[in-house]
């Protein structure tokens, strides 16, 4: 018997250390890991030892003879990757770990942001036995996208807080939620109680169409509805139109995914979820019937993963549309599978996109309908969003071998009262620290921040989005945050970190002057333990505050506000 890894799998790669006969790839050391979709175990050189499972933050690996009926595809997805890449043979170490400590005294580390890249380097960093971490976050609670951005209908992925609660318990690592660097602390202040920052602020900001009619009332950012469904607080009081019976995405990644899931699922599903209970009673009145995603190219170059579009086809009272002349491969896309170089999620990408378009529709079915090879140009409306105006591209390669899509003036409209625009994310400037706007992310070499002329800043570091880009899942983050710390703590040991003057007593009460509705561990804990016990009562794993002002009030009452 072997075992499988399945939808849930985050990237995290703690399996592929945990397994005595290497058969779990790609590994971190591989080109292929930055990439790909998910982890897959060979089936032939699996042991059956279950030390993958044990290790799985998120619960994403099986015995082969306990998979679900929609998890069975798993195991030829796992073994088809091993039919193309063969595994080779010997043994590929993995990275060394945190060097040997020398007495360099106590190192001082601020991280601002409390999402899993932050949590991912706190972690790392903690492996010491020198160090002393701040995490600082501007929201009350911690986690970043697992809480706001993970879809409520996956909580599975959202287990990974777990581990993070286990690995950050500890008297070296302090939470300071509630506090906003650039308004309550300044940057120069934080280097100046610490020897290093590293900021794991992610990349909150969408991408525009740049289209006629964008701006409509009834049109928006994907990472707008994303927070308003998941009860962060800055969204909560957001409203958006959905009386129509089609809402159209541009875009067809995962969270264009989750997008359309959230909009055409049973809301009697999702009200045994943590979605925001703002969002399932506007959801419980909906009269949305069918969701058009929008991808500018085909099925192949598709953004969404495989695992993702998989899980679409479980959907119950949900049909997921395809017209098969669209998923008729052209001569460049063709080719590119006939390669090599024509990876596992390349080719599901493909098979599962023409099955979906063998499918019958189902009468009384919402719908979910992929458009491949279409562009929108317009955004159509008077007052408000009434539809869009698309056009059909083809895909054409250029001297470089890259595929492009390419108008072909032949246009349609596609009635709609709210388009949702999913077409990635972007970071944002921060005061006083080096930007890259043309690629979004502050400018680094493997973390370590550098200035216009390529030369490090003293003591400021980066990870996640924020560093690489919009890229990778959760455990992506993980292998980012290893790279980021191994810098950091070799200019730790080199002396090349400045001293931090401001000790840890002295930054709590600078912080108690400037923030004292800050909030610590305890004063989380209490947050969390309120909003689990109201889901016990409801059926819910939890119901979420979406007021930050109640959220400190309840860390008051519980005498959570301060310490740790």
């Known amino acids: 018997m072997t075992y499988v890894i399945t939808q849930a799998c985050c990237n995290d790669a703690s399996c592929v250390s945990s397994c005595p006969v290497n058969c779990i790839h790609p590994t971190p050391e591989e080109a292929e890991f930055a990439t790909t979709e998910m982890l897959y175990i060979e089936p032939q050189a699996c042991i059956d030892c279950g030390a993958c499972v044990d290790v799985c933050p998120v619960g994403a690996i099986f015995p082969e003879d306990q998979l679900t009926e929609s998890l069975e595809r798993y195991r030829e997805i796992n073994a088809d990757y091993y039919a193309r890449r063969p595994l080779q043979p010997g043994w590929a170490p993995l990275s060394p770990g945190i060097p040997p400590v020398r007495d360099l005294g106590t190192l001082r580390v601020a991280i601002v942001g409390a999402g899993p890249a932050a949590c991912y380097a706190a972690e790392e960093l903690l492996k010491r036995s020198d160090v002393e971490v701040e995490m600082f976050e501007k929201l009350p609670t911690p986690w970043g996208l697992v809480r706001a951005g993970v879809a409520p209908d996956h909580p599975g992925t959202k287990v990974v807080t777990d581990m993070f609660e286990w690995s950050l318990r500890r008297d070296a690592f ?57 009860g962060h607080p800055d969204y909560a009081d957001r409203m958006f139109d959905l009386s129509g019976e089609r809402a159209v995405i541009v875009g067809n990644g995962n969270v264009a995914l989750d997008i359309a899931r959230i909009l055409t699922m049973d809301p009697e599903t999702l009200a045994r979820t943590d979605i925001a209970d703002h969002a399932l009673a506007a959801l419980r009145k909906s009269n949305i019937r069918e969701v058009v995603l929008l991808g500018r190219r085909g099925p192949a170059q598709a953004a969404y993963t495989s695992p993702e579009f998989l899980a679409l086809g479980d959907l119950d009272g949900v049909d997921v549309v395809i017209d098969p002349a669209e998923v008729e491969l052209d001569p460049v896309s063709r080719a590119l599978l006939d390669t090599d170089e024509a990876g596992t999620a390349v080719s599901m990408k493909v098979v599962l996109a023409q099955e979906f378009s063998q499918r019958t529709a189902r009468p009384g079915n919402r719908r979910i ?6 562009s929108p140009t317009e955004v159509l409306g008077a007052e408000r969003v009434d539809g869009v105006t698309i056009v059909r591209n083809e895909l054409v390669e250029s001297a470089s071998g890259v595929l492009t ?3 072909t003036g032949r246009t349609e409209r596609l009635d709609a009262a709210l388009v949702v625009r999913s077409i990635g994310y972007r970071g944002k400037p921060l005061p006083g620290i080096p930007f890259d706007d043309r690629r979004g992310v502050i400018p680094n070499d493997r973390g370590r ?5 390529g030369e490090p800043v003293a003591g400021v570091y980066v990870t996640g989005w924020i560093k690489r880009g919009p890229s990778g899942v959760i455990g992506t983050n993980k292998t980012c945050a290893k790279e980021t710390v191994a810098r950091l703590t070799e200019d730790f040991e080199a002396r090349r970190l400045p001293a931090a003057s401001g000790s840890r007593k002295e930054l709590s009460k600078l912080l108690s002057r400037r923030q004292p509705d800050r909030i610590s561990w305890r004063g989380w804990a209490a947050i969390d333990e309120v909003e689990r016990s109201r889901g016990v009562e409801s059926g819910r794993p939890r119901v979420k505050m979406t007021d930050a002002g109640d959220m400190v009030e309840v860390g008051r009452k519980r005498r959570g506000l301060f310490g740790n």
């Open 174 to 230: 302090r939470f300071h939620l509630n506090v906003e660097v650039g308004e309550h602390l300044s940057h120069d202040e934080l280097l100046a109680h610490h020897h290093a920052v590293i900021y794991a602020v992610g990349a909150p900001c969408d991408r525009s169409l740049g289209l006629p009619g964008e701006e409509l009332p009834g049109s928006h950012a994907a990472t707008e509805f994303v927070a308003w469904y998941n």
């Open 369 to 374: 309908v992929l458009r491949y090879l279409v």
């Open 405 to 407: 899509a390419r108008p």
């Open 449 to 453: 921040v550098v200035d216009v002329a």
